[in-house]
Each structure stands twice: as C-alpha cells, then as structure tokens.
C-alpha cells in the first residue's frame, strides 16, 4: 500500500517561495509517475506538474512554467515541489499524487494514490 505524505505548506505573501515535499512509502517503485495537483475554494482539482520517477522527465500545467520546478530524489522516496513568484491565485490544498502510467498524465484520474494536502496560502 503506497502511502503519501505531503508536507511544507503555509502563508507566505505574494512574490514570495515555498517548497513542497512529498515522502512516499509502501511500495512507490511500483509507480511510474508522481504529480502534484492543486484544488482552490469552489473550484475543481487541476494539475500542475508531475515527473517520472526513473527518467525525471517532467511536465508542467502552463500557469506555473517559469515558476515552479518539480524534482525528486530516489533515494529518499520523496518529491518536490519548489514554487517561486507566488500569486494570490496560487492559493490551493496541493496534492500530491502517485501513478502507474509510463507516460506523464494531467489527468486526475490516472493516479490512484493520493496524499492528505497541504495547504498553501498566498496573500495580496
């Protein structure tokens, strides 16, 4: 049983950086692919970046291009989730997610191992 545990979020002001972590158990070489997701007050859960865990080929939602940089360290189980120039519209529970799929997804649907979330909260 894959077991995710987010941690890192908080309240930081606009223009400002948070790091994200991700610490994966349980089996995670069995998944292919980790992303992170985000979901916002009233809104639905998006994608916003995800890697392979062997070739480290990432992929990035083009909100946060330029802004975020998603990274993993093998031996350690754990993802990252690094995130600079925040805006106010970055404020979201950030979810982390673990998948089977060879290919990156976008799509929700296609992890099936999901952490608790973190909160992130950007001010104005």
């Known amino acids: 049983q894959v077991q995710l545990v987010e941690s890192g979020g908080g309240l930081v002001q606009a223009g400002g950086s948070l790091s994200l972590s991700c610490a994966a158990s349980g089996g995670i070489l069995s998944r292919n692919v980790m992303g992170w997701f985000r979901q916002a007050p009233g809104k639905e859960r998006e994608f916003v970046a995800a890697i392979r865990w062997s070739a480290g080929n990432t992929y990035y939602a083009d909100f946060v291009k330029g802004r975020f940089t998603i990274s993993r360290d093998n031996a350690k189980n754990t993802v990252y989730l690094q995130m600079n120039s925040l805006k106010p519209e970055d404020t979201a529970v950030y979810y982390c997610?673990?998948?089977?799929?060879?290919?990156?997804?976008?799509?929700?649907?296609?992890?099936?191992?999901w952490g608790q979330g973190t909160q992130v909260t950007v001010s104005s």
């Open positions: 997610a673990a998948g089977p799929r060879i290919r990156i997804s976008t799509i929700s649907g296609d992890y099936d191992y």
